[in-house]
Antibody, heavy 123, light 110 residues
Protein backbone atom coordinates (compact mmCIF):
# COMPACT_ATOMS: atom_id res chain seq x y z
CA UNK A 1 0.00 0.00 0.00
CA UNK A 2 1.05 3.61 -0.49
CA UNK A 3 3.11 4.68 2.49
CA UNK A 4 5.37 7.51 3.59
CA UNK A 5 7.71 6.84 6.50
CA UNK A 6 9.57 9.75 8.07
CA UNK A 7 12.72 9.89 10.13
CA UNK A 8 12.64 10.11 13.90
CA UNK A 9 12.31 12.99 16.32
CA UNK A 10 15.02 15.63 16.49
CA UNK A 11 16.19 17.90 19.29
CA UNK A 12 18.35 20.75 18.14
CA UNK A 13 19.60 24.17 19.21
CA UNK A 14 18.69 27.64 17.96
CA UNK A 15 20.67 28.55 14.88
CA UNK A 16 21.23 24.96 13.86
CA UNK A 17 19.74 23.02 10.94
CA UNK A 18 17.59 19.92 10.74
CA UNK A 19 17.14 17.45 7.90
CA UNK A 20 14.10 15.18 7.80
CA UNK A 21 13.64 12.25 5.45
CA UNK A 22 10.45 10.87 3.94
CA UNK A 23 10.70 7.39 2.39
CA UNK A 24 8.00 6.43 -0.07
CA UNK A 25 6.78 2.93 -0.88
CA UNK A 26 3.91 1.29 -2.67
CA UNK A 27 3.98 3.55 -5.73
CA UNK A 28 6.34 5.03 -8.32
CA UNK A 29 8.16 7.72 -6.36
CA UNK A 30 9.01 9.97 -9.29
CA UNK A 31 5.40 10.22 -10.45
CA UNK A 32 3.89 12.17 -7.53
CA UNK A 33 4.88 15.46 -5.97
CA UNK A 34 5.64 15.55 -2.25
CA UNK A 35 4.53 18.49 -0.14
CA UNK A 36 5.77 19.43 3.31
CA UNK A 37 3.44 20.72 6.03
CA UNK A 38 4.21 21.56 9.64
CA UNK A 39 2.12 21.92 12.78
CA UNK A 40 3.30 23.72 15.88
CA UNK A 41 1.86 22.44 19.18
CA UNK A 42 -1.86 23.17 19.31
CA UNK A 43 -1.66 25.16 16.12
CA UNK A 44 -3.01 24.91 12.58
CA UNK A 45 -1.37 23.14 9.68
CA UNK A 46 1.10 25.31 7.77
CA UNK A 47 2.08 24.60 4.19
CA UNK A 48 5.83 24.78 3.49
CA UNK A 49 6.26 23.85 -0.16
CA UNK A 50 6.70 20.95 -2.55
CA UNK A 51 9.20 19.00 -4.57
CA UNK A 52 8.58 17.16 -7.81
CA UNK A 53 10.67 13.99 -7.41
CA UNK A 54 10.61 13.41 -11.15
CA UNK A 55 12.62 16.49 -12.09
CA UNK A 56 13.68 17.97 -8.77
CA UNK A 57 11.68 21.16 -9.23
CA UNK A 58 10.68 22.86 -6.00
CA UNK A 59 8.36 25.57 -4.73
CA UNK A 60 8.72 27.13 -1.31
CA UNK A 61 6.34 29.13 0.83
CA UNK A 62 7.59 32.68 1.18
CA UNK A 63 7.44 32.17 4.95
CA UNK A 64 10.49 29.90 4.69
CA UNK A 65 12.26 31.32 1.66
CA UNK A 66 15.99 31.34 2.07
CA UNK A 67 16.28 28.78 4.82
CA UNK A 68 14.51 25.73 3.43
CA UNK A 69 15.70 23.23 0.85
CA UNK A 70 13.89 20.19 -0.54
CA UNK A 71 15.88 17.42 -2.18
CA UNK A 72 15.26 13.88 -3.21
CA UNK A 73 17.10 10.63 -3.85
CA UNK A 74 15.23 8.77 -6.53
CA UNK A 75 17.27 5.59 -6.07
CA UNK A 76 16.09 5.47 -2.46
CA UNK A 77 12.55 6.76 -3.12
CA UNK A 78 13.18 9.34 -0.43
CA UNK A 79 12.47 13.04 -0.14
CA UNK A 80 14.30 15.34 2.25
CA UNK A 81 13.53 18.64 3.92
CA UNK A 82 16.38 20.75 5.26
CA UNK A 83 15.47 23.72 7.46
CA UNK A 84 18.22 26.03 8.69
CA UNK A 85 18.66 28.93 11.11
CA UNK A 86 16.20 27.32 13.48
CA UNK A 87 14.40 29.32 16.15
CA UNK A 88 12.18 28.14 18.98
CA UNK A 89 9.09 28.90 16.89
CA UNK A 90 10.21 26.19 14.45
CA UNK A 91 9.43 23.57 17.10
CA UNK A 92 6.68 21.57 15.45
CA UNK A 93 5.66 18.28 13.91
CA UNK A 94 6.74 18.19 10.29
CA UNK A 95 4.80 16.09 7.77
CA UNK A 96 5.46 15.02 4.23
CA UNK A 97 2.39 14.35 2.10
CA UNK A 98 1.83 12.95 -1.35
CA UNK A 99 -0.45 14.55 -3.91
CA UNK A 100 -3.46 12.53 -4.92
CA UNK A 101 -3.31 13.52 -8.59
CA UNK A 102 0.08 13.12 -10.26
CA UNK A 103 -0.80 15.71 -12.90
CA UNK A 104 -1.67 18.41 -10.37
CA UNK A 105 1.48 19.34 -8.51
CA UNK A 106 0.07 22.60 -7.16
CA UNK A 107 -3.65 21.99 -6.83
CA UNK A 108 -4.02 18.37 -5.81
CA UNK A 109 -5.09 17.43 -2.29
CA UNK A 110 -2.85 15.20 -0.20
CA UNK A 111 -4.00 11.60 0.02
CA UNK A 112 -1.13 10.04 1.93
CA UNK A 113 0.77 11.57 4.84
CA UNK A 114 3.87 10.52 6.71
CA UNK A 115 3.56 9.84 10.41
CA UNK A 116 5.16 13.16 11.28
CA UNK A 117 8.54 14.11 12.72
CA UNK A 118 8.72 16.13 15.93
CA UNK A 119 11.40 18.79 15.89
CA UNK A 120 12.22 20.52 19.15
CA UNK A 121 14.37 23.63 19.07
CA UNK A 122 15.72 24.45 22.50
CA UNK A 123 18.86 25.87 23.99
CA UNK B 1 -1.30 34.98 3.29
CA UNK B 2 -3.96 34.67 6.01
CA UNK B 3 -5.34 31.33 7.07
CA UNK B 4 -8.86 30.47 6.09
CA UNK B 5 -11.42 31.16 8.82
CA UNK B 6 -13.08 28.24 10.58
CA UNK B 7 -15.08 28.14 13.82
CA UNK B 8 -12.86 27.06 16.69
CA UNK B 9 -15.29 24.40 17.81
CA UNK B 10 -18.55 22.71 16.97
CA UNK B 11 -20.45 19.99 18.76
CA UNK B 12 -23.29 17.62 18.20
CA UNK B 13 -24.93 14.54 19.61
CA UNK B 14 -24.67 11.08 18.06
CA UNK B 15 -26.94 10.77 15.06
CA UNK B 16 -27.18 14.50 14.47
CA UNK B 17 -25.69 16.48 11.60
CA UNK B 18 -23.17 19.27 11.90
CA UNK B 19 -21.64 21.69 9.44
CA UNK B 20 -18.22 23.30 9.60
CA UNK B 21 -17.64 26.44 7.58
CA UNK B 22 -14.45 27.64 5.95
CA UNK B 23 -14.42 31.27 4.90
CA UNK B 24 -11.93 32.82 2.54
CA UNK B 25 -11.92 35.26 -0.33
CA UNK B 26 -12.23 35.41 -4.08
CA UNK B 27 -8.48 34.77 -4.24
CA UNK B 28 -8.70 31.38 -2.61
CA UNK B 29 -11.95 29.58 -1.70
CA UNK B 30 -14.06 31.57 -4.12
CA UNK B 31 -11.55 31.52 -6.93
CA UNK B 32 -10.92 27.80 -7.31
CA UNK B 33 -12.79 24.53 -6.90
CA UNK B 34 -9.87 23.00 -5.03
CA UNK B 35 -11.14 23.05 -1.45
CA UNK B 36 -10.24 19.97 0.53
CA UNK B 37 -11.02 18.85 4.07
CA UNK B 38 -8.82 16.87 6.45
CA UNK B 39 -9.65 15.03 9.65
CA UNK B 40 -6.98 14.83 12.33
CA UNK B 41 -7.21 12.77 15.50
CA UNK B 42 -4.90 13.69 18.40
CA UNK B 43 -1.32 12.69 17.72
CA UNK B 44 -2.12 11.43 14.24
CA UNK B 45 -1.46 12.64 10.73
CA UNK B 46 -4.29 14.34 8.84
CA UNK B 47 -6.58 12.22 6.68
CA UNK B 48 -8.17 13.44 3.46
CA UNK B 49 -11.98 13.42 3.74
CA UNK B 50 -13.17 15.65 0.89
CA UNK B 51 -11.36 17.05 -2.15
CA UNK B 52 -12.19 19.44 -4.96
CA UNK B 53 -15.06 20.89 -2.88
CA UNK B 54 -17.36 17.88 -2.86
CA UNK B 55 -15.55 14.69 -3.85
CA UNK B 56 -15.00 11.82 -1.43
CA UNK B 57 -11.93 9.60 -1.65
CA UNK B 58 -12.50 5.90 -1.77
CA UNK B 59 -13.07 4.51 1.71
CA UNK B 60 -14.46 7.69 3.25
CA UNK B 61 -17.98 7.36 4.61
CA UNK B 62 -20.77 8.97 2.63
CA UNK B 63 -21.79 10.65 5.87
CA UNK B 64 -19.18 13.25 4.94
CA UNK B 65 -20.07 15.78 2.27
CA UNK B 66 -18.69 19.09 1.05
CA UNK B 67 -20.04 22.15 -0.71
CA UNK B 68 -19.16 25.73 -1.56
CA UNK B 69 -21.05 28.96 -1.97
CA UNK B 70 -19.15 32.05 -2.97
CA UNK B 71 -16.13 32.46 -0.71
CA UNK B 72 -17.29 29.95 1.90
CA UNK B 73 -16.89 26.18 1.80
CA UNK B 74 -18.65 23.78 4.13
CA UNK B 75 -18.14 20.29 5.46
CA UNK B 76 -21.24 18.45 6.65
CA UNK B 77 -21.14 15.31 8.72
CA UNK B 78 -24.42 13.50 9.04
CA UNK B 79 -25.31 10.71 11.44
CA UNK B 80 -22.62 11.85 13.83
CA UNK B 81 -20.61 9.06 15.44
CA UNK B 82 -18.21 9.03 18.37
CA UNK B 83 -15.25 8.32 16.09
CA UNK B 84 -15.93 11.55 14.18
CA UNK B 85 -14.62 13.50 17.16
CA UNK B 86 -11.44 15.11 15.84
CA UNK B 87 -10.00 18.32 14.46
CA UNK B 88 -11.01 19.28 10.94
CA UNK B 89 -9.04 21.52 8.60
CA UNK B 90 -10.02 23.00 5.29
CA UNK B 91 -7.41 23.83 2.68
CA UNK B 92 -7.33 25.35 -0.75
CA UNK B 93 -5.09 26.42 -3.57
CA UNK B 94 -4.48 30.16 -3.65
CA UNK B 95 -2.36 30.70 -6.70
CA UNK B 96 0.65 32.60 -5.45
CA UNK B 97 0.99 30.88 -2.10
CA UNK B 98 -0.17 27.57 -3.52
CA UNK B 99 -1.86 26.05 -0.47
CA UNK B 100 -3.36 27.59 2.64
CA UNK B 101 -5.06 25.85 5.54
CA UNK B 102 -7.86 26.93 7.79
CA UNK B 103 -7.37 27.49 11.48
CA UNK B 104 -8.99 24.16 12.32
CA UNK B 105 -12.24 23.21 14.04
CA UNK B 106 -12.51 20.90 17.01
CA UNK B 107 -15.54 18.66 16.71
CA UNK B 108 -16.93 17.30 19.96
CA UNK B 109 -19.46 14.49 19.92
CA UNK B 110 -21.55 14.94 23.04
Amino acid sequence: QVQLVQSGAEVTKPGASVKISCKASGYTFIDYAIHWVRQAPGQRLEWMGWINPGNGNTKYSQSFQGRIIFTRDTSASTAYMDLSSLISEDSAVYYCARVRDRSRVNTSPFDCWGQGTLVTVSS
Amino acid sequence: QSALTQPASVSGSPGQSITISCSGSSSDVGGYNYVSWYQQHPGKAPKLMIYDVSNRPSGVSNRFSGSKSGNTASLTISGLQAEDEADYYCATYTGSVITVFGGGTKLTVL
